[in-house]
């Protein structure tokens, strides 16, 4: 490993702070961002993105651990601390400069890849919505390990009949085995955000037969929009739902959150790839 300055030197030397625009908060502990890094399991020399890397905090853990990084960040004020990254690892890292949400990462990977970032929390449900969905599975991605707020960390591994299950559960769960990995302290962050923050590993798993995606993210969406009304009320406006609830022996008098991922699954594919938009 090639001699750095503490992080706390490389923020002061290009007068970097927090934005809260961006959801920024940064993490000093070496100890802890190794850690982080090591959720994965073995990194030596496979590829993996991080967003947001800010100064590069995880980052230097990454390549301690052996990754190849791609590091995707918004926040030009901390590209030229990046950059002094990347040249201390010209082969190891690459640094771009953009809005992680606009970019196609298969795309920009080209091989098989790892997620592990510290995710700017006004962007992180939108990230891991887009990185669960679509039709094309088992992923490009081999795992994610992502910093979130604990509520939404909790809300992805939630079980049924709990207050935190709901639509985000069910899309972590049906195909991937998400787990609670850490719970990371709000003092360990410069600044202290106003929550605490937890670590989610997601590992994919084989998807169930004959049930499209899109449609299982429709009946989630119309089922846990109104969660506190009865299935046959806060599914009626969506084409063949209520018939697949019937044909799957599901009662529309439950409410979404009585209903396993199982049986959402189940319904999904009884109404089809139906054309939903």
Same mark, same amino acid.
């Given at each position: ?17 927090? @934005?809260?625009?961006?959801? %920024?908060? /940064?993490? /000093? ?7 982080? =890094? ?19 905090? +995880? ?11 791609? *590091?995707?960040?918004?926040? @030009? ?10 040249? =201390? ?23 098989? /890849? *790892? ?11 939108? +990230? ?44 972590? %769960? ?41 449609? +299982? ?8 929009? %109104?969660?506190?009304?009865? +299935?046959? %009320? @806060? ?20 409410? *979404? ?6 049986? /959402? ?13």
């Amino acid at each position: 490993m090639p001699d750095l300055p503490p992080l706390r030197q490389v923020i002061a030397t290009h007068g970097l702070s927090a @934005s809260k625009a961006l959801g %920024q908060n /940064f993490l /000093f502990d070496e100890q802890l961002l190794d850690r982080i =890094a090591a959720i994965p399991g073995d990194l030596h020399d496979h590829a993996v993105l991080e967003i947001g890397p800010g100064p590069g905090g +995880l980052t230097r853990a990454l390549l301690r651990a052996g990754a190849r990084v791609t *590091a995707i960040e918004r926040d @030009s004020r901390c590209i030229p601390a990046l950059a002094e990254l990347q040249e =201390a690892f010209p082969d190891r890292l690459r640094v771009l400069e953009g809005d992680a949400l606009a970019l196609d990462h298969a795309q920009l990977m080209g091989e098989p /890849f *790892a997620v592990a970032a510290n995710l700017p929390y006004n962007i992180g449900t939108l +990230l891991f919505t887009r990185w669960m969905g679509g039709e094309h599975w088992p992923p490009d991605w081999t795992s994610l390990t992502l910093m979130f707020q604990q509520e939404v960390a909790q809300r992805i591994v939630a079980r049924p009949d709990t207050s935190a299950y709901g639509r985000l559960a069910v899309l972590a %769960q049906w195909r991937a085995v998400p787990k609670l990995a850490m719970k990371v302290h709000r003092s360990a962050f410069t600044p202290p955000p106003k929550v605490m923050s937890a670590i989610v590993h997601v590992e994919p798993r084989e998807a169930p037969s004959g049930v499209s995606a899109r449609v +299982l993210e429709r009946l989630t969406e119309a089922a846990f929009g %109104q969660r506190r009304k009865m +299935l046959r %009320q @806060s599914l009626k406006g969506l084409p063949g739902a209520l018939p697949a609830l019937e044909s799957c022996g599901i009662e529309s008098t439950r409410r *979404a959150e009585t209903l396993t991922v199982e049986e /959402f699954v189940a319904v999904a594919r009884a109404m089809g790839d139906q054309k939903i938009t």
